[in-house]
């Protein structure tokens, strides 16, 4: 049975990812609001912390359950003000997604479950597929 994650949870998840990247986040939490423009607290479906030096950003599950890191980019800032309408519906779909699994949605459970096995495998970073960016 999983369980919700916290904001020294998932900070320490992203930590360890950063480093993963040859990076660290910012000692203040620096992405403090989500795509709806909330503030982050306990018991978000994600979390989003900058690194230094606008080297990117990491996206943490908040249920843990899913995968651990959701998705990262290596250059910028996350910027709740001025987001792409399309990196808008993503957020919200993983806020659905989380949704439905606190909801006990068992075609959602076994699914995420499926994935996250699936991630687990993956031992290698993928470097950039695409070298377009948002909102260019």
């Known amino acids: 049975m999983g369980s919700p994650r916290n904001l020294k949870q998932a900070k ?3 930590g360890n990812a950063a480093k993963q ?3 660290s986040i910012a000692d203040r939490q620096a992405a403090r609001t989500r795509a709806n423009g909330q503030t982050q607290t306990d018991d978000q479906p994600y979390y989003i912390f900058n690194k230094v030096d606008n080297r ?3 996206i943490v599950s908040g249920d843990d359950r899913m ?5 990262y980019t290596d250059s910028g800032s996350f910027d709740a003000a001025n987001l792409p ?3 808008k519906f993503m957020l919200e779909a ?3 997604t989380v949704e439905e699994l606190q909801d ?6 076994k699914a995420v479950a499926q994935l996250k096995n699936r991630t687990r495998a993956v031992t290698e970073a993928i470097g950039p597929l695409m070298k377009s960016k ?3």
């Open 85 to 87: 309408d399309g990196f």
């Open 67 to 71: 995968p651990d890191v959701l998705g």
């Open 134 to 136: 948002w909102s260019q």
């Open 21 to 23: 990247q040859g990076a």
């Open 56 to 58: 990117g950003f990491i």
């Open 104 to 109: 006990g949605n068992d075609a959602v459970i």
């Open 12 to 14: 320490l998840i992203a």
């Open 94 to 96: 993983y806020a659905k």
